[in-house]
């Protein structure tokens, strides 16, 4: 997640890492809970259910993260320093 001109984040940007840390926070404790599962011989539906409440979450937090970036290169489309529009493609096709 970039930075303004002055190398700090903007109050948009501070927004969307908190948002990513917390999907994040919640796809960790999700795993958890399939870890604590399988080793407890859980039933392999609540397993799966769990795995994919993990696979989901983690792919919202890789969304927000390209979709702050991509709005980040749109307002500042002369920095050099930004994912370019085809990087930003590759990536949103890797999470879907």
């Known amino acids: 997640m970039g930075a303004t001109t002055h190398g700090e984040p903007s109050l948009e940007e501070h927004e969307a890492k908190r948002k990513v840390s917390n999907r994040l926070r919640r796809a960790q404790g999700q795993l958890n809970a399939v870890i604590a599962a399988v080793e407890s011989d859980a039933d392999c539906r609540d397993v799966v259910q769990q795995l ?3 696979s989901k979450a983690l792919d919202r937090a890789g969304f927000l993260v390209i979709s702050t970036a991509l709005k980040d290169c749109l ?3 002369d920095d050099d320093s930004k ?3 085809d990087e930003l493609e590759k990536l ?5």
Do not use: E, K
């Open 75 to 77: 307002t500042s489309p």
């Open 52 to 54: 994919s409440a993990v």
């Open 92 to 96: 949103f096709l890797s999470l879907a």
């Open 83 to 85: 994912p370019r529009p």
